[in-house]
């Protein structure tokens, strides 16, 4: 049985930084590609990062460029999220997902996903 079981989440300042995890088992997770989503409040769920099956590329929505970095560990399983200059518009429940082999932007093309965490950024 595949999971995805995302931590990390909290109640951040603004301008402040967390790191989100996304624990993968029950596949073979370097064959995935990985993303992460986000729903705010009143929203619909929206891409924020994805990373190819080996890490070598990563790709962004223009709201979180140069803040939110994408990162992997094949040997354990696990991608991140690492969020630096939070905003109170970052405030939203994130999702990892998987792909098998190609990465997109698409939630539709996501096969597995996780339960999500709370991310809440104070202004």
């Known amino acids: 049985q595949v999971q995805l079981v995302e931590s990390g989440g909290g109640l951040v300042q603004a301008g402040g930084s967390l790191r989100l995890s996304c624990a993968a088992s029950g596949l073979t997770f370097s064959r995935y590609a990985m993303g992460w989503f986000r729903r705010a409040p009143g929203k619909e769920r929206e891409f924020v990062a994805a990373?190819?099956?080996?890490?070598?590329?990563?790709y962004y929505v223009d709201s979180v460029k140069g803040r939110f970095t994408i990162s992997r560990d094949n040997a354990k399983n696990t991608v991140y999220l690492q969020m630096n200059s939070l905003k109170p518009e970052d405030t939203a429940v994130y999702y990892c997902a998987g792909r098998l082999w190609l990465y997109s932007s698409s939630e539709s093309e996501y096969t597995y996903w996780g339960q999500g965490t709370q991310l809440t950024v104070s202004s």
């Open positions: 990373i190819t099956v080996s890490g070598d590329s990563t």
